[in-house]
T-cell receptor, first 110, second 116 residues
C-alpha cells in the first residue's frame, strides 16, 4: 500500500520557469490537499479538493493552480516561478479526519 | 476561520524526563478535531495523537497524552519518559468539517530536543 506518492522529491527551478508537482494516492480518499511549509513555519493550505472535478482555494493560492480529473491524482502547477515559492510542498489525502501525508517536495527557485 | 498558536519555538528535555508542549487554538465551530503531528528530520508528517472536541476524556497514546481544556481552548501535549527518537518538530493542528472538507490548520511548531 503506497499511500500518498509525491514526485519529484527535490527540484531547482529558475525564476519564470513552470513545473508540475505530482501527487497520487491509492486509498480512494475523496479529500486531497496541497500545503507548503516555509522554514521555521507550520504548513499552510494552498488548494484542496473534495472529489474529482472539484477544487477550491486555501490560504495561500496565489501563483498556483490545481486540477483533479481522477480520485487518485491531484497535481499542483506552478506558473512563472518566483523566489517566494521556495518551500517544501506536501500533498495529503484524507477520509474524514484520517490524514495521510506524502513525503514532500523540496523546491528551490533561483 | 481557525487559528492555532504554539508559543514555544524550542524546548529541550533530558531523556527519560517528561515535557509538555503548549498549544492554544481559536475556532467558532462546535464540531472540531485537534491533532499533534511529529516531523523528524526526514520531514515525514507523523500523527502523534488526535482529540475529538466533543469528547471530554483526554486522549492518550502510549507515552503521549494531551490536556484538553475546551473552555480555555488549550490543547497541550505531554511526553513521558522522553526518548532520543522523540527529537523532532511538533505541530499542533485543528480541523473541522466546514465547506465539505477537513482542511487542517497548523501552528508554527515547537522544536523539541531530547538530550542524552
Amino acid at each position: 500500500n503506497a499511500g500518498v506518492t509525491q514526485t519529484p522529491k527535490f527540484r531547482i527551478l529558475k525564476i519564470g520557469q513552470s513545473m508540475t508537482l505530482q501527487c497520487a494516492q491509492d486509498m480512494n480518499h475523496n479529500y486531497m490537499y496541497w500545503y507548503r511549509q516555509d522554514p521555521g513555519m507550520g504548513l499552510k493550505l494552498i488548494y484542496y479538493s473534495v472529489g474529482a472535478g472539484i477544487t477550491d482555494k486555501g490560504e495561500v493560492p496565489n501563483g498556483y493552480n490545481v486540477s483533479r480529473s481522477t480520485t487518485e491524482d491531484f497535481p499542483l502547477r506552478l506558473e512563472l516561478a518566483a523566489p517566494s515559492q521556495t518551500s517544501v510542498y506536501f500533498c495529503a489525502s484524507s477520509y474524514s479526519t484520517g490524514y495521510t501525508f506524502g513525503s514532500g517536495t523540496r523546491l528551490t527557485v533561483v | 476561520a481557525q487559528t492555532v498558536t504554539q508559543s514555544q519555538p524550542e524546548m529541550s528535555v533530558q531523556d527519560a524526563e517528561t515535557v509538555t508542549l503548549s498549544c492554544t487554538y481559536d475556532t467558532s465551530e462546535n464540531n472540531y478535531y485537534l491533532f499533534w503531528y511529529k516531523q523528524p528530520p526526514s520531514r515525514q508528517m507523523i500523527l502523534v495523537i488526535r482529540q475529538e472536541a466533543y469528547k471530554q476524556q483526554n486522549a492518550t497514546e502510549n507515552r503521549f497524552s494531551v490536556n484538553f481544556q475546551k473552555a480555555a481552548k488549550s490543547f497541550s501535549l505531554k511526553i513521558s519518559d522522553s526518548q532520543l527518537g522523540d527529537t523532532a518538530m511538533y505541530f499542533c493542528a485543528s480541523s473541522y468539517s466546514g465547506a465539505g472538507s477537513y482542511q487542517l490548520t497548523f501552528g508554527k511548531g515547537t522544536k523539541l530536543s531530547v538530550i542524552p
